[in-house]
């Protein structure tokens, strides 16, 4: 065991190096004496590097600041430079240490640097489709860390993600985002998070022949929140203004679930009126797939759809206004084709001739929209602004941009921009340049664009009890896209999207009471399909969020000044408590509301905790002392459990 005493430099310097080619064994740690000698970073470093091989040097310049250290260790012929350097933030109390690994030459293959899991609690990163809270529950294998599909073979990563991670000890770790980052969590059980830097049979593109490097930072701060506030004003972008108060307020309704592809104009007035029929409020109505004839032509099929614009006035007369799902793809039979490709508009081969093909879910050739090319963008933002100003249309369902769409082979603008997750920046920011004033818009991708007012929604959920993608990821994906910068967050559908089996009624009803709390709502399965109990509950759960609804819209502006998520987990106000740190079933809306819902099949009743301070129990009355468990609280089937902070 190691300790750094502070301003140490020559001892920090043996150490990182010694640790960062597997000199000391694998548990070997570092300390910072700063910080009362804490551990700061436990793991495996420099695997693969073999100190046989080559030789150390000093590579300090003149130039070098006075609390860096530098190695220089020859490896194979070619150079590779390890710089560690340590810096102390005395006025925030926070002690950071950047790695960077560089390559002279392309003759190295990859760096890698691995941390330990197993003594503290990780939170952040993406979304995976067995999400679990914190992440050291999940099992991912190596695999590049762009936005992805995690319904793939082998699964992706989440189109929404950050190269952020913090821990429950106070550390946190960013790295750079245009290293060529690979990433496994606790893969075959092994408790590390790995990260890799390598160009070779990857999607990134490293068309300068740039040689390899992995810099990232890790900070250490008294706790996790100290930590956390610290990274995310430094790393994390805050939004600069909060999407439409409406969506706050009402459901979205949406035709996919119900509906699949067979929608048409008199099933969508038809869907508007049972709505209205059974006392639903709607900030506004989704016309999903498929409404166009071929995919790419972002106009209606006028079989299915004879007078858009009168379906549009009718469902303004009857207090809707209308969305329309949209996505990246053009189809080969459409005819925009033609036009996109003698202007050159769609992504490219990588030798920026050909255009590339490329498979989805709805079609097994298609191009793609290359919105990394500024005329690409625009000529896709000015077709749909047409459709809003022929019919009328309100906004869009921006679907796909993952990065895993790319051709095989691609090439995206500007030349220098190594991370093929650029596709995914760039289509969000066309998205809301689409509608800029209003931003009732939707994606479902994120990378870097934390700063973009806009709703994130979650990925396609299935109607499924427990972690596989189903009600019990809800909470640990609203939470961990919070902690990564996306405050305005969509849960999917109510109840799933019935890809194989549609969800029976008690699902249902578990599944719109967590959404009561969430800071939007969105309906496609349709409660009357059920029963009356099931119309009563579910309509006194759309009540009880409008009733809240302000509350999200304060929390949401206060997201722009501060850049805390709306729905924030209970050790965002007990960061030291051990119990709050693992909670996965709970979340708090603000500081001061918690909420417990019951996600488990045939549960009349569930375990709550609640961290230190004074609660008010709005479900059964009375005041409750925190810091304890409830045990056995009972929650029929109609009942949602939540509480508000009085002191």
Same mark, same amino acid.
Request: charged fraction near 20%; include cysteine; charge should be negative.
């Given at each position: 065991m190691f300790y750094l005493p502070s301003g140490?430099?020559?001892?920090?310097?043996?150490?990182?190096?010694?640790?960062?080619?597997?000199? !000391?064994?694998?548990?070997?740690?570092?300390?910072?004496?700063?910080?009362?000698?804490?551990?700061? $970073?436990?793991? &495996?470093?420099? +695997? *693969? !590097?073999?100190?046989?091989?080559? &030789? #150390?040097?000093d590579c300090l310049t003149e130039d070098t600041e006075s609390q860096d250290s530098c190695v220089e260790y020859a490896y194979d012929g070619s150079k590779v430079h390890l710089t560690i350097y340590e810096a102390l933030n005395e006025t925030a109390d926070i002690n950071c240490t950047t790695v960077i690994w560089e390559a002279e030459d392309c003759t190295v293959d990859a760096f890698q640097d691995c941390?330990?899991?197993?003594?503290?609690?990780?939170?952040?990163?993406?979304?995976? @489709?067995?999400?679990?809270?914190?992440?050291?529950?999940?099992?991912?294998?190596? =695999?590049?860390?762009?936005?992805?599909?995690?319904?793939?073979?082998?699964?992706?990563?989440?189109?929404?993600?950050?190269?952020?991670?913090?821990?429950?000890? *106070?550390?946190?770790?960013?790295?750079?985002? &245009?290293?060529? $980052?690979?990433?496994?969590?606790?893969?075959?059980?092994?408790?590390?998070?790995? $990260? @890799?830097?390598?160009?070779?049979?990857?999607?990134?593109?490293?068309?300068?022949?740039?040689?390899?490097?992995? @810099?990232?930072?890790?900070?250490? *701060?008294?706790?996790?929140?100290?930590?956390?506030?610290?990274?995310?004003?430094?790393?994390?972008?805050?939004?600069? =203004?909060?999407?439409?108060?409406?969506?706050? @307020?009402?459901?979205?309704?949406?035709?996919?679930?119900?509906?699949?592809?067979? +929608?048409?104009?008199?099933?969508?007035?038809? #869907?508007?009126?049972?709505?209205?029929?059974?006392? #639903?409020?709607?900030?506004? %109505? &989704? +016309?999903?797939?498929?409404?166009?004839? #071929?995919?790419?032509?972002?106009?209606?099929?006028?079989?299915?759809?004879?007078?858009?614009?009168? %379906?549009?006035?009718?469902? =303004?007369?009857?207090?809707?206004?209308?969305?329309?799902?949209?996505?990246?793809?053009?189809?080969?039979?459409?005819?925009?084709?033609?036009?996109? $490709?003698?202007?050159?508009?769609?992504?490219?081969?990588?030798?920026?001739?050909?255009?590339?093909?490329?498979?989805?879910?709805?079609?097994?050739?298609? %191009?793609?929209v290359d919105f990394t090319n500024d005329r690409a963008a625009e000529w896709h933002a000015d077709r749909l602004r047409s459709l809003q100003t022929e019919y009328n249309i309100s906004s869009f369902k921006f679907d796909a941009g993952e990065s895993n769409w790319l051709p095989g082979c691609y090439r995206l603008s500007p030349l220098n921009r190594t991370n093929p997750s650029w596709y995914s920046t760039r289509y969000v920011e066309t998205a809301y340049g689409v509608d800029p004033d209003v931003r009732h818009q939707e994606v479902r991708v994120g990378a870097q664009t934390q700063h973009v007012p806009i709703f994130v929604r979650m990925f396609d959920k299935d109607s499924r009890w427990g972690y596989s993608n189903g009600i019990e990821t809800l909470i640990p994906h609203a939470l961990n896209v919070g902690i990564i910068g996306y405050p305005f967050v969509l849960p999917d559908m109510v109840g799933g999207n019935g890809y194989v089996v549609l969800p029976d009624r008690e699902l249902f009803v578990r599944w719109a009471q967590v959404n009561a709390f969430l800071p939007s709502v969105q309906y496609s399965i349709v409660p009357w399909q059920f029963d009356a109990e099931v119309v009563e509950i579910t309509r006194n759960m759309t009540d009880l969020h409008e009733s809240y609804a302000q509350k999200f819209i304060d929390l949401a502006r206060e997201s722009t000044v501060t850049g805390a998520p709306i729905v924030r987990p209970l050790w965002w106000i007990a960061p030291t408590d051990p119990v709050a740190l693992t909670i996965d079933s709970e979340f708090l809306v603000g500081d001061d509301l918690l909420v417990a819902p019951v996600v488990k099949e045939g549960a009349r009743s569930r375990d709550v905790y609640l961290p230190a301070g004074r609660w008010h129990d709005e479900l059964r009355g009375g005041d409750v002392d925190g810091a304890q468990w409830l045990i056995d609280y009972r929650v029929e089937l109609n009942e949602l459990p939540y509480f508000t902070k009085i002191a």
């Open positions: 140490s430099t020559t001892l920090l310097l043996l150490i990182l190096f010694s640790v960062g080619l597997n000199l !000391l064994p694998a548990d070997a740690e570092f300390l910072s004496g700063p910080l009362n000698k804490r551990v700061f $970073l436990k793991g &495996e470093f420099g +695997i *693969g !590097l073999d100190p046989v091989a080559g &030789e #150390f040097r941390f330990d899991l197993t003594d503290a609690y990780w939170y952040g990163g993406t979304l995976v @489709r067995k999400q679990y809270w914190p992440i050291e529950g999940t099992s991912h294998d190596l =695999a590049p860390y762009v936005t992805g599909n995690v319904a793939g073979v082998p699964p992706g990563y989440g189109g929404v993600l950050e190269r952020y991670w913090v821990n429950s000890d *106070g550390m946190a770790l960013h790295v750079d985002w &245009e290293v060529p $980052l690979w990433v496994s969590v606790n893969a075959s059980g092994d408790q590390l998070l790995c $990260l @890799r830097s390598q160009y070779r049979d990857s999607p990134y593109s490293n068309h300068q022949d740039l040689p390899l490097s992995l @810099r990232y930072t890790a900070c250490r *701060g008294r706790d996790v929140r100290h930590v956390h506030d610290y990274m995310a004003a430094k790393h994390l972008p805050r939004p600069t =203004a909060i999407p439409d108060e409406r969506l706050f @307020r009402h459901p979205i309704w949406s035709t996919w679930a119900q509906y699949r592809k067979n +929608i048409t104009q008199d099933l969508v007035l038809e #869907f508007a009126d049972d709505i209205v029929a059974n006392g #639903f409020a709607n900030a506004q %109505m &989704e +016309i999903d797939d498929k409404w166009e004839t #071929f995919y790419g032509d972002l106009d209606f099929d006028r079989q299915k759809f004879p007078d858009p614009a009168a %379906m549009v006035a009718a469902l =303004a007369a009857k207090g809707f206004r209308t969305t329309l799902w949209v996505h990246t793809f053009v189809g080969l039979d459409s005819p925009a084709i033609a036009d996109g $490709l003698r202007r050159r508009l769609f992504v490219t081969d990588s030798g920026g001739r050909q255009p590339g093909l490329t498979a989805w879910w709805d079609e097994a050739s298609a %191009m793609l």
